[in-house]
């Protein structure tokens, strides 16, 4: 498809598991982002792709968390040993080149809903 | 450091009214400001965005929001409410500190009554 393509849309998981979620951004976008969004709460940055520049970690939560974009394209944003606290829905977005991260232009995957039980 | 905040985590109209939806940031910098739309069961879109020159700025379905300094605030603004608009908005900031990844706010439901 042409938009930001997330999966798995729904994903329950006991408390201690590993969970992987998938993006796969809009072909030729160089810069890949994804948000946290709880109940309640706003959007919660977690970490920044641009192209072959070592990411942005700055908003990864804890060392549970961590994220690889393979090839400039899909990324994997992988949550060790969860947390009820990490229930949440986990947002994917892709941005064409620099000039259009400047300008906030942002696509957005529909999400991946995190349950942890 | 940059943040948002958007006032009212619901605002309720009638069908035709006036839309406001409020929005102040805090920034270290002139900032960039957007406004963001989920519709039910769909990612975020843009709706529009302010970078530089002119405030007032006019985005998609009659959406438009100003940017005034003064008050620190981007409030989005629609004369007249249609059912189809419907949705989350969210509001964010960027720019400060060097950084171009948008912050955004907790969002403001919208609903509209027949």
């Known amino acids: 498809g042409a938009g930001v393509s997330q999966s798995p849309s729904n994903k329950v998981t006991e408390k201690g598991k590993d969970v992987e979620l998938r993006c796969d951004p809009i072909?030729?976008?160089?810069?890949l982002y994804w948000y946290r969004q709880s109940l309640g709460q706003g959007l919660e940055f977690l970490i920044y792709f641009q192209g072959n520049s070592a990411p942005d970690k700055s908003g990864l939560p804890s060392d549970r968390f961590s994220a690889e974009r393979t090839g400039g394209s899909v990324s994997t944003l992988t949550i060790q040993r969860t947390q009820q606290e990490d229930s949440a829905v986990y947002l994917c977005?892709?941005?064409?080149?620099?000039?259009?991260?400047?300008?906030?232009?942002?696509?957005f995957g529909e999400g991946s809903r995190l349950t942890v039980l | 450091a940059q943040s948002v905040t958007q006032l009212g985590s619901h605002v309720s109209v009638s069908e035709g009214a006036l839309v406001l939806l409020r929005c102040n940031y805090s920034s270290s910098v002139p900032p960039y400001l957007f406004w963001y739309v989920q519709y039910p069961n769909q990612g975020l879109q843009l709706l529009l965005k302010?970078?530089?020159?002119?405030?007032l700025v006019k985005g998609i379905n009659g959406f438009e929001a100003e940017f005034k300094k003064s008050e620190t605030s981007f409030h989005l603004t629609k004369p007249s409410a249609h059912m189809s608009d419907a949705a989350e908005y969210f509001c964010?900031?960027?720019?400060?500190?060097?950084?171009?990844?948008?912050?955004f706010g907790r969002g403001t439901s919208l609903i509209v009554h027949p």
């Open positions: 302010y970078t530089t020159g002119a405030t």
């Open positions: 977005a892709s941005s064409a080149n620099r000039d259009a991260v400047y300008a906030g232009e942002l696509f």
């Open positions: 964010a900031v960027s720019k400060s500190g060097g950084s171009y990844i948008p912050t």
């Open positions: 072909s030729g976008h160089t810069a």
